[in-house]
């Protein structure tokens, strides 16, 4: 994951790696909290999805926060169906390395979420996310409801002020409705927590987000 040096150009479909029909195997449950990834997820649970670059340390970030109920990574955004880790590293999918997280919104609030997602990257950064470089680093939130996407805008507004009265760039994240989020091999997910000194590139911009508690309010 560390000084790739891929494609910065999502290819179009006709473009795309042609993929597969097999769903890659997956672990039954959270290597963590021992939760059944794929569900049945508790009654009114939500899920929101969450790209800010590799996503080892993006998952960790997020099944540390009390009230999420179950995070895995997989691939998401793109045009090719059930791809390998290596073909999502070749830039020919367009995919981004996603972060899904299943939450009880009565426990921890979608502000509280962002408020993780934006202050734990760069989210001005294009294609790449530090030393990381390509397609597959780049910031995005998939909503699966309107409610999430109203969300969702209301907190870039904010962050984007805060970013420009700090003299930093344009958010360049990717927002739109969930595509098919495929599952990544088993061995990535969770990784930080079955490899406690992995590798994590994760930096913030050190800008306070306004919305939402954050993981030291929690």
């Not at 890659?24 to 990834?37: K, R, S, W, Y």
């Not at 995919?95 to 921890?108: F, G, L, N, R, W």
């Not at 294609?127 to 805008?153: C, F, H, K, L, W």
């Not at 209301?154 to 970013?163: C, G, P």
Request: net charge negative; hydrophobic share 35%.
């Amino acid at each position: 994951m560390f000084f790739r040096t891929k494609p910065t150009t999502i290819p179009t479909t006709d473009e795309a790696l042609p993929g597969r029909d097999v769903e890659m195997p997956v672990a039954a449950q959270h290597f963590v909290n021992g939760f059944n990834l794929k569900g049945p997820y508790p009654e009114g649970a939500e899920t929101v999805y969450f790209g800010l670059g590799c996503f080892w340390g993006a998952e960790r970030l997020f099944w540390q926060l009390p009230g999420v109920i179950v995070t895995a990574v997989g691939y998401q955004g793109g045009h090719t169906p059930n791809p390998t880790y290596e073909e999502v590293c070749s830039g020919h999918t367009g995919h981004t390395e996603s972060v899904m997280v299943v939450y009880d919104p009565k426990a921890i609030s979608l502000g509280t979420l962002l408020k993780t997602f934006w202050e734990e990257h760069d989210p001005t950064q294009g294609m790449r996310q530090g030393n990381d470089v390509g397609t597959q680093y780049r910031s995005a939130i998939y909503t699966t409801t309107p409610e999430q996407a109203e969300v969702v805008t209301t907190s870039q507004v904010m962050y984007q002020n805060a970013l420009h009265e700090k003299g930093l760039g344009a958010i360049t994240t990717e927002v739109a409705p969930a595509k098919p989020f495929y599952f990544a091999e088993t061995y990535h997910q969770q990784y930080l927590a079955k490899n406690p000194n992995g590798y994590c590139g994760l930096n913030g911009t050190g800008v306070s987000c306004p919305v939402g508690l954050g993981v030291a309010a929690e």
